[in-house]
T-cell receptor
Framework: EPEVTQTPSHQVTQMGQEVILRCVPISNHLYFYWYRQILGQKVEFLVSFYNNEISEKSEIFDDQFSVERPDGSNFTLKIRSTKLEDSAMYFC????????????FGDGTRLSIL | GESVGLHLPTLSVQEGDNSIINCAYSNSASDYFIWYKQESGKGPQFIIDIRSNMDKRQGQRVTVLLNKTVKHLSLQIAATQPGDSAVYFCAENVYNQGGKLIFGQGTELSVKP
């Protein structure tokens, strides 16, 4: 069964450094998403992306965050200047359509900011 | 405001029993709902979904019930097995918000052999 893959599984970064989290969505999916989950808390929406544009973003997704689909298979989340509170699990998801279709998630990248 | 919450943060059941996990949602514009299972160190795994024009949907050993009148969602797991032990999240999709899913807090299901 096709799946969403994310790399790396664990990223340790110094505060203030830039970090790029990578995702390969399911190949025939058109909608892509990033979520984060702070330890012990619920999953929170960050951003949705379709046709090379952001469709929706949350308040968390401020100017320090950006997303990109640099080629036909990868989908990236960049945090320009990381803060301690960015430490979390970051999940990528994809779906064939925007509405009424389940989003399929990767196993996440654990981001630890020191 | 937007919120999806769960009535029970933890649920412990005996193997073979049926489990019921509940969820309340507050956004009446939500038109699609999903239950996810999350095992330790893994991402949310799709279990079952339901559209707002339905009130019940069945899968293999799982059933989702939707009560739009009281904005309540439940997941029923028949003959619960140790492999069902995980955290279960409900999520709602609000129409025309870019596919954004709003997740609940999660219920941890523990199955005793």
């Amino acid at each position: 069964e096709p799946e969403v893959t994310q790399t790396p599984s664990h990223q340790v970064t110094q505060m203030g450094q830039e970090v790029i989290l990578r995702c390969v969505p399911i190949s025939n999916h058109l909608y892509f998403y990033w979520y984060r989950q702070i330890l012990g808390q619920k999953v929170e929406f960050l951003v949705s992306f379709y046709n090379n544009e952001i469709s929706e973003k949350s308040e968390i997704f401020d100017d320090q965050f950006s997303v990109e689909r640099p080629d036909g298979s990868n989908f990236t989340l960049k945090i320009r200047s990381t803060k301690l509170e960015d430490s979390a699990m970051y999940f990528c998801a994809s779906s064939p359509r925007r509405n009424n279709q389940p989003q399929h998630f990767g196993d996440g990248t654990r981001l630890s900011i020191l | 405001g937007e919120s999806v919450g769960l009535h029970l943060p933890t649920l412990s059941v005996q193997e073979g029993d049926n489990s019921i996990i509940n969820c309340a949602y507050s956004n009446s514009a939500s038109d699609y709902f999903i239950w996810y299972k999350q095992e330790s160190g893994k991402g949310p795994q799709f279990i079952i979904d339901i559209r707002s024009n339905m009130d019940k949907r069945q899968g293999q050993r799982v059933t989702v019930l939707l009560n739009k009148t009281v904005k309540h969602l439940s997941l029923q797991i028949a003959a619960t097995q140790p492999g069902d032990s995980a955290v279960y999240f409900c999520a709602e999709n609000v129409y025309n918000q870019g596919g954004k899913l709003i997740f609940g807090q999660g219920t941890e299901l523990s199955v005793k052999p």
